[in-house]
């Protein structure tokens, strides 16, 4: 008998209730942070978890076995991706093992970062499949 596949999430609250208690309890800190220190953001689920946006969606958390990971990558920051390296993957995502102390303030900073820098960039419009210069093919 297989087991059935878990259902997406419909909102952040039914993401929480759908973790372990210690990745729940974590899960709320890292959402209340957010919350409190980048005003005007709102939260709602994409790729099926908890994400941030004010404008644009500027971060993603998500809760694993081991971990909980935050993304996009934190960029433009020297100082704070230097801080940020005993977490960061291959592609600069992050990662804070639960079996750790997770580090708050850090990721306050994280989330006050990305939300600046998604802020400011400008909106990039996808190229076309077709071409490598994403001009259209007729």
């Known amino acids: ?6 259902a997406k999430p ?11 208690p210690g990745s729940a309890l974590v899960v709320r800190k890292v959402l ?12 709602k689920i994409s790729y099926g978890m908890p994400a941030f946006a004010k404008d644009r969606t500027f971060m993603y ?15 433009g920051n020297a100082k704070l991706i230097q801080q940020l390296r005993p977490y960061a993957n291959a592609k ?3 990662r804070f093992p639960l079996s750790e102390p997770v580090p708050y303030p850090l990721i306050t900073r994280v989330a006050k970062a990305l939300a600046k820098s ?4 400008p909106e990039t419009k996808p190229r ?8 259209s093919v007729a």
């Open 1 to 6: 008998m297989s087991v059935p596949p878990r």
């Open 10 to 20: 419909r909102s952040v609250a039914e993401y929480v209730a759908g973790l372990p």
């Open 32 to 43: 209340a942070l957010v919350k409190k220190n980048v005003p005007g953001c709102s939260e």
């Open 61 to 75: 958390c998500a809760a694993f076995k081991s971990h909980i990971g935050i993304y996009p990558p934190v960029r």
């Open 92 to 94: 600069g995502n992050l």
């Open 118 to 121: 998604y802020a400011t960039r």
């Open 128 to 135: 076309s499949r077709g071409s490598k210069t994403g001009a």
